[in-house]
């Protein structure tokens, strides 16, 4: 089963740098909270926004020349991958504790 552990581990083993696997992976916050706003019709307030927005700008600042490296494409997906599968398992237990 490949998880949000598994993920970032064949986007590293991949060609991915452990910081940028971190890194992607580090936008759960984000789209979590754009998936609890849309579809769960949770409130997130300007404030919160606005530190996802200054945490996003972070993670772009540190990825931008990094990008063109030399990952493979199987390294993005798998890191993809765990992004989705720590935000959804997040959306998870959220609702499932209701």
Same mark, same amino acid.
Do not use: H
């Given at each position: 089963?490949? %998880?949000?552990?598994?993920?970032?581990?064949?986007?590293?083993?991949?060609?991915?740098?452990?910081? !940028?696997?971190?890194?992607?992976? *580090? /936008?759960?916050?984000?789209?979590?909270?754009?998936?609890?706003?849309?579809? !769960?019709?949770?409130?997130?307030?300007?404030?919160?926004? *606005?530190?996802?927005?200054?945490?996003?700008?972070?993670?772009? /600042?540190?990825? %931008?020349?990094?990008?063109?490296?030399?990952?493979?494409?199987?390294?993005?997906?798998?890191?993809?991958?765990? /992004?989705?599968?720590?935000?959804?398992?997040?959306?998870?237990?959220?609702?499932?504790?209701?």
């Amino acid at each position: 089963m490949l %998880d949000s552990c598994g993920g970032a581990y064949v986007s590293i083993a991949t060609g991915l740098p452990a910081a !940028l696997s971190a890194l992607a992976v *580090g /936008l759960q916050p984000l789209l979590t909270s754009t998936i609890a706003n849309r579809l !769960l019709g949770e409130r997130v307030v300007a404030r919160q926004w *606005g530190g996802l927005l200054l945490g996003i700008a972070g993670v772009y /600042l540190v990825q %931008d020349k990094a990008i063109i490296g030399g990952a493979t494409p199987l390294a993005w997906v798998a890191s993809l991958v765990a /992004l989705l599968s720590i935000t959804f398992g997040t959306i998870y237990r959220s609702t499932s504790q209701r």
